[in-house]
């Protein structure tokens, strides 16, 4: 199995991307969407948290989420202990996940892939590009937010120009060159590696 790690900054679009690779049959997990499932499911996630913020770190109906944001903000020690504490957690639920999986190819769509060390675990790394202008635009719409707090969180996430020399493919989502044909010759590009293999394997 070939699996794929999307990233891309805020407003770049790499959920749109993911959603035309589930549409053309490749599965794709949604790490941000599930790390927010476990936090509230997960055993080690829960006894990590309150080992390190106490029992008030939850309520009766799960995370005070708003009360962790409060404690990690600027405070990098202490996200990066939380990350310590969740990435494992989402990791092995990943891997759960690609077991159940019946396909040659699936794929990680995470928006701090580089960060939290996922990309160590994907084949093959995309990000989905577009201008910070852009994308900032598109947050704000998307989300009802200032500037000011788009920029904020554009700020706190790894810059473009490190996650290009990164990634082994990058899709331009910047309103100028169609997307879908950009996502349809990647998958092909994809499929056409794990052919290769397959039949290097049968050599």
């Given at each position: 199995m070939i699996t794929i790690g999307i990233t891309g900054?805020?407003?770049?679009?790499?959920?749109?991307?993911?959603?035309?690779?589930?549409?053309?049959?490749?599965?794709?997990?949604?790490?941000?969407?599930?790390?927010k499932r476990l936090t509230q499911k997960s055993p080690?996630?829960?006894?990590?948290?309150?080992?390190?913020?106490?029992?008030?770190?939850?309520?009766?109906?799960?995370?005070?989420?708003?009360?962790l944001a409060g404690l990690i903000f600027n405070d990098p020690e202490i996200l990066q202990k939380v990350n310590n504490i969740i990435h494992p957690e989402v990791f092995k639920d990943f891997i759960s996940w690609t077991e159940l999986q019946h396909k040659n190819i699936c794929a990680l769509e995470s928006a701090i892939l580089f960060e939290s060390g996922f990309n160590k675990f994907t084949d093959i790394t995309l990000?989905?590009?577009?201008?910070?202008?852009?994308?900032?635009?598109?947050?704000?719409d998307r989300d009802h937010a200032s500037m000011d707090e788009v920029k904020t969180r554009v700020n706190n996430q790894l810059s473009d120009d490190i996650k290009r020399e990164k990634a082994n493919y990058i899709i331009y989502n910047d309103g100028v060159r169609p997307l879908i044909p950009q996502v349809k010759a990647f998958i092909e590009k994809v499929q056409n590696t794990e052919e290769k293999g397959k039949q290097s394997n049968n050599s």
């Open positions: 900054g805020i407003g770049s679009g790499k959920s749109i991307v993911s959603t035309l690779m589930e549409l053309s049959g490749i599965p794709v997990y949604i790490a941000d969407e599930e790390s080690a996630i829960r006894k990590g948290l309150t080992d390190l913020f106490g029992e008030t770190i939850y309520t009766p109906n799960g995370l005070d989420k708003k009360k990000l989905v590009y577009a201008p910070e202008k852009i994308r900032i635009q598109r947050a704000m």
